[in-house]
């Protein structure tokens, strides 16, 4: 496969996403706006969702990717960051309130995300608090699952859901204050 057209592939699938949500998403307006045939995407993926989600994935998942300073507060305060530069990415700020309304709708979809998407970043994120543990920053019995939901969710709802701003001042008090509430030595 050429990678420069599943990189076509891939830009359409993000702007057809933007422009007309997921669920009126073709694999005809795709391949139009890619300029492919639809048997290129069908090569790349067996279904709509598939190709979803392996684009979201691609687009996704390394921007979860943060340094590992040996510092839980550095540590946590490069997660914040990564979070908000991820949730006010042009693209995923377009795309996600209408994945998460569809995914209510479609439970396949809804998992689907979790897996190819939400579990990846989760990962990524589990291992920093992992490492601090480790290091002693962090309690042993830390639920970890837990904590990820907490770090996440103020950037998550403060963005998405009451589209308030989220500057340089709010991660750092968001950092101090989660170093605080998960018990950080």
């Not at 073709?26 to 279904?47: C, F, I, Q, T």
């Amino acid at each position: 496969m050429q990678p420069h057209v599943t990189a076509a592939i891939s830009e359409a699938v993000l702007d057809e996403l933007a422009a007309c949500g997921y669920g009126r998403l073709s694999m005809e307006a795709v391949a139009k706006r890619a300029g492919v045939g639809k048997s290129a995407l069908y090569r790349r993926w067996p279904s709509k969702q598939d190709m979803v989600i392996a684009v979201l994935a691609e687009l996704s998942v390394p921007a979860a990717e943060v340094p590992h300073t040996g510092s839980l507060r550095a540590d946590l305060r490069a997660m914040l960051r990564a979070v908000h530069d991820w949730l006010t990415h042009h693209r995923i700020a377009a795309i996600l309130p209408d994945l998460i309304a569809e995914g209510g709708r479609n439970p396949a979809l809804s998992d689907a995300i979790a897996t190819g998407v939400g579990q990846p970043r989760r990962d990524i994120a589990s291992e920093t608090l992992t490492r601090a543990v480790e290091r002693g920053e962090l309690r042993a019995d830390l639920n970890v699952d837990v904590a990820l939901d907490v770090l996440a969710g103020p950037i998550y709802w403060r963005l998405v859901v009451r589209h308030a701003p989220v500057d340089d001042r709010y991660l750092d008090e968001l950092a101090e204050f989660l170093l605080r509430a998960l018990g950080a030595d």
